[in-house]
């Protein structure tokens, strides 16, 4: 069994992982945005806005990004939007079980971001229909 011809779904397989944990995020903060108000950094006392309105915007933001990447519609620059976004929930979070998993998710992400398109993405299903 020529195990190499499974090589090339790899790169699709953590960005539609990577994405379906963003989609779980962000539609349950948009769900049940108060149980979430727990998790905002202290520093989010200085935003000018509700901290429940700060989740569902943060809901739509990981919502939005995640439906985009799991379909691969501009992976790489959601990706590095996703990538940054993870950089920073893990610095808030720190070292613990809870950072440990996210650290592990940002890995993902950054690997999507490097890899680029994969074979069954979007963005590659419109590049061969121009080409």
Sequence with gaps: MNQERFKKFA???????????????????????????????TYSSFIPLQPITIVQLNGIFETVFGLLLVSGFYTRIVAIFLSLHMAHIVSVVGYGEIGVRDFGILAGVVSTAFNGPDFISLDEFLKKRIT
């Design 11 to 41: 790169p699709a397989v953590v960005r539609i992982g990577v994405s379906l944990v963003f989609l779980w995020f962000g539609v349950e903060q948009l769900i049940d945005a108060k149980n979430w108000v727990g998790w905002l950094p």
